[in-house]
C-alpha cells in the first residue's frame, strides 16, 4: 500500500511550498531588508491549526539562508523554539541556551529575570552572524506576559545590543492572543501579519497529491479518493493535516483489510476514525473539574436522566468530588463549566420555559458518545493518578 507513509506524517518538509504564494511574497517583502545587511521586519503569522504556518515558514527561512549563503557580508541565523507550554521566562532561558554551546547552559530557575535578558543579549552581540532571526512557535503559550516579545524587537533600538539585527517571528492559530497583546507589543510584533486562511478542497487536492505521489505504491489510489478526502477535509476545516490524516487512515484502513486499492468506503471510514481521535484529545485535554462536571452528566445519562438540570449535576458532582477527595467547587463554578462544555460542543443545552411568568432554565445533555466519554476519562491519566490508580467509575 505505502510506498513511504512518513511523507504523510506531520514531521515530513515538502520539497516545494505549494498554495500559499501570496503569502510567501509577504514573507519576502518583510525580510527583503536582510539581504540588504539592513532590519527585516517583525512577522505575526497567524491562522487555524493545519493550515501550513509551521512548513511554510521553515520552508521560506531555509530559502532565506541559502539564498544569503551566497552573500559575503550578510550571515543569517535562525533560532527557533516551539512555546508550547513555556511561560515567557522560560522562553527566554531556552532562547539563551539555544545560543550558547553545551558548557554555557544555564538552568531553567533561580536567575533573575533582568539577568536573563543580560544573557541574551550578550550571545547577540557575540554573534558571527549578522542577523538572527527568532521564530516562537505557538508564541500565544506565551499568555499575558509579553515582555519578552517587546524586548526582542528593540533590542537594538534600546541599545541593549550594538551589531546583530533581530527579527521576531511570532506564529499563532489563537487569534484571540492579537487581541491580548499591549499595544506597545502589537506596534512591534505585528507590523507585518500575514494570516494563513483556511484551505479550500481545491488546494488541499493539490496537497494531498503532492503527497500522495511519494507516500503511496502507484495505482493503489482509486481516483475519487483524493477528491473525496480533499473535500471532506475542506467542508469542516480546511486544515491540511486534517486532509492528511484522512488519506493516510484511508490507507491503514485498506492495508488493515488486505484490500488491493484504497476506495472511496475507505476515505469515508477514515474520516469517522479521524474525527473520534480528534474528541479524544479535546476531551483528554479539559481540565480535571470539567472533566468531573462531564463525568457527573456522564453518570445520569447513564442511567437514563438526562436532560438534566444544573441542580441535579451539581449534586452527582458534589457526590464524586468528595468521595474522589477532589476540590468540591461551589455551584458558580459548576454552571461555569457546564457553559464551556457547551461551547467547545461536548454538551447539548436547552431552554426550558416554563410557561407564563415560570421564568425559564437550562437543561444539559452530552453531545458526543456516552462511551466515548466514559473511555477518555476513566484512561485519563491526571484523574487516575490523583486518585491513586482508582478511575472515576469507582466514585459513584
Ligand atoms: N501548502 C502546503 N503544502 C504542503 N503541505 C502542507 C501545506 N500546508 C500544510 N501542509 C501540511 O499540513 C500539515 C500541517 O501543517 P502545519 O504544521 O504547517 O500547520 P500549522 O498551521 O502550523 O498548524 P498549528 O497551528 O496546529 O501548528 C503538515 O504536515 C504540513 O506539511
Ligand atoms: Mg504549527
Redesign the pocket.
Known amino acids: 500500500m505505502f510506498e513511504d507513509e512518513h511523507v504523510?506524517?506531520?514531521?515530513?518538509?515538502?520539497e516545494?511550498?505549494?498554495?500559499?504564494d501570496e503569502e510567501k511574497d509577504d514573507y519576502v517583502e518583510a525580510l527583503q531588508p536582510v539581504a540588504n545587511g539592513g532590519t527585516p521586519r517583525n512577522i505575526f503569522v497567524y491562522?487555524?491549526?493545519?493550515?501550513?504556518?509551521?512548513?511554510?515558514?521553515?520552508m521560506i527561512l531555509d530559502e532565506l539562508v541559502t539564498d544569503t549563503d551566497e552573500f559575503e557580508d550578510v550571515d543569517v541565523e535562525i533560532v527557533w523554539l516551539n512555546c508550547k507550554g513555556l511561560t515567557s521566562y522560560q522562553t527566554a532561558v531556552q532562547l539563551v541556551n539555544s545560543l550558547r554551546g553545551s558548557s554555557r547552559k544555564i538552568s531553567s530557575s533561580g536567575h533573575a529575570k533582568a539577568a536573563v535578558y543580560e544573557m541574551l543579549w550578550s550571545e547577540l552581540d557575540d554573534r558571527d552572524a549578522t542577523h538572527v532571526l527568532f521564530v516562537l512557535?505557538?508564541v500565544d503559550s506565551l499568555g499575558s506576559d509579553d515582555n519578552l516579545l517587546y524586548q526582542i524587537p528593540r533590542a537594538r533600538s534600546n541599545q541593549h545590543i550594538e551589531d546583530t539585527h533581530i527579527g521576531l517571528i511570532g506564529?499563532?492559530?489563537n487569534f484571540k492572543f492579537r487581541e491580548s497583546l499591549s499595544q506597545r507589543v502589537k506596534s512591534t510584533l505585528c507590523e507585518t501579519e500575514i494570516r494563513?486562511g483556511p484551505?479550500d478542497a481545491g488546494?488541499l487536492r493539490?496537497?494531498l497529491n503532492?503527497?500522495a505521489d511519494k507516500a503511496f505504491v502507484d495505482g493503489v489510489l482509486d481516483d475519487d479518493v483524493i477528491p473525496l478526502a480533499a473535500a471532506l477535509a475542506g467542508q469542516n476545516t480546511g486544515?491540511?493535516?486534517r486532509?492528511?490524516d484522512i488519506l493516510y487512515n484511508a490507507g491503514s484502513l485498506a492495508r488493515k483489510h488486505d484490500d488491493d486499492t484504497v476506495t472511496e468506503d475507505h476515505v469515508r471510514e477514515a474520516v469517522s476514525v479521524v474525527e473520534k481521535g480528534v474528541i479524544e484529545d479535546e476531551l483528554r485535554d479539559l481540565p480535571t473539574q470539567s472533566h468531573l462536571v462531564l463525568y457527573a452528566i456522564a453518570q445520569l445519562e447513564q442511567q437514563g436522566e438526562t436532560p438534566a438540570r444544573r441542580k441535579e449535576i451539581y449534586e452527582v458532582y458534589e457526590g464524586i468530588a468528595e468521595r474522589g477527595e477532589f476540590d468540591v467547587k461551589a455551584q458558580r463554578t459548576v454552571l461555569d463549566r457546564l457553559g464551556q462544555l457547551s461551547l467547545k460542543g461536548f454538551l447539548h443545552v436547552n431552554e426550558v420555559n416554563k410557561g407564563r411568568g415560570g421564568g425559564k432554565h437550562h437543561q444539559y445533555e452530552l453531545d458526543v458518545k456516552l462511551d466515548l466519554v466514559l473511555t477518555v476519562l476513566d484512561e485519563h491519566s491526571r484523574i487516575v493518578e490523583a486518585t491513586g490508580n482508582q478511575q472515576l467509575s469507582d466514585f459513584t
Do not use: H, M
Open positions: 504523510l506524517q506531520d514531521e515530513y518538509t515538502p516545494k511550498l505549494i498554495e500559499r491562522g487555524d491549526t493545519g493550515v501550513g504556518k509551521t512548513v511554510a515558514t521553515r512557535d505557538e506564529i499563532c492559530n494563513f484551505y488546494e493539490t496537497i503532492q503527497r486544515s491540511a493535516r486532509a492528511l
